[in-house]
């Protein structure tokens, strides 16, 4: 159930070692997501070259989603992309209901962001209010 979520940048500077340290982790068991996917330099190879479970879409592809025409080629490219790939994906930023609309019409399902709740400690959660989205 555990998921790590990894920079591009993490993997920057240390490539061979982030390789091995991954490898390690996915045999534990532990999944392994690609955050803020789209917005580096070499996005995709690092899907060639690394084992991960989870794309996060960037939350600047979302944003602009119900206002460019461009935010959804590219989020729904993602999507394509993802499921060619047997990847799953999370889309970061809901900020609206016209957001969420357009996301789950493409068919993306995990969504993150404050149109759901705001940062809060484990014990402050409104889980009945989080339940309704489900």
Request: hydrophobic share 50%; charged share 20%; aromatic share 8%.
């Amino acid at each position: 159930m555990l998921h790590l979520e990894i920079t591009e940048s993490a993997l920057i500077d240390v490539p061979d070692a982030a390789a091995t340290v991954m490898q390690r982790l996915h045999e534990l068991g532990i999944k392994l997501a690609l955050d803020d996917f789209g917005t580096g330099y070499s996005a995709l190879s690092y899907l060639h070259r690394y084992h991960f479970d989870v794309l996060k879409i960037d939350q600047s592809f979302v944003f602009d989603l119900d206002r460019t025409a461009e935010s959804g080629a590219i989020v729904r490219a993602i999507l394509a992309l993802a499921a060619a790939l047997g990847l799953e994906v999370v889309a970061e930023g809901v900020e609206t209901a016209s957001q969420l609309r357009l996301l789950r019409d493409m068919g993306c399902d995990k969504l993150q962001g404050y149109y759901f709740a705001k940062l809060a400690a484990a014990g402050e959660v409104d889980w009945p209010h989080l339940a309704a989205f489900a």
